[in-house]
């Protein structure tokens, strides 16, 4: 087995990051814009999203399945809506959080507020829902990793996540949208060696990064000005 420095080097940068696990609770009737939140999640900054209704298969034990996945979340981001207030079980969902003392990030997506326990914790509103301010919360949950005391411990597990998303990204569009998080957000962190090392390995093998015209330039900017680091 060769366990030469090189090589160990090698296995950390191609290692997958342990991803911060997110639990989307909302109503069926708010399932499509639920699924837009999830995809961006998953694509701008690398968190592992767990959707009830669309993640559990019909021969699964639906109580069992839902008590798992709320048991090992890190995070659980509920769609506040007129329509979630009347869900028996998107409420059932939250009241385990509450009880289990899980991170409860809401997202209202009309306006509404909880009229729950969890009524003193303000929500991120929107009432447009774009691509952009999907976007926009996204973000916002990624700096409370970074700046937020009670969710500092996620920070390196956060800014792995970032980084890999990039990685892996599949369209230029999402490397617009990843690059504008580093943007965002660079005063609040300092990269570590290897994970420069990985941004440096999207800019160099993955095509949606190194063709992207507008963001491309800006990440060596980035990289240069921040890290004196050139690609």
Known sequence: MDLSLSTLKKAIIVSEPIKIKVFISYS??????????????????GFEVFLAHDDLKASNDWPKEILNNL???????????????KSFFANQE????????????PFSLDGTNSDSFIRNIQAYKS?????????????????LTLVDPGYIKYQKQALDSLVNSLLKSDSKRTTAFIFN??????DKFILKKYQIELVKKACKENAFVYNAAI??????KFLLDNYNVFV
Not at 71 to 85: A, E, G, M, W
Not at 94 to 105: D, S, T
Not at 181 to 186: E, R
């Open 215 to 220: 963001p491309f330039p800006k990440l060596k």
């Open 181 to 186: 998080i580093f943007v965002q957000t660079k």
């Open 28 to 45: 069926t009737k708010d399932s499509v814009l639920a699924g837009r939140v999830k995809d961006y999640f998953e694509k701008c900054i």
């Open 94 to 105: 939250l009241g385990i959080a509450f009880y289990k003392n899980l991170k409860i990030i």
């Open 71 to 85: 048991q090992n979340t890190d995070f659980v981001i509920p769609l506040l809506s007129k329509h979630f207030l």
């Open 127 to 143: 009432k447009t829902w774009t691509d952009n301010e999907i976007v926009r919360a996204v973000t916002i949950v990624f700096l």
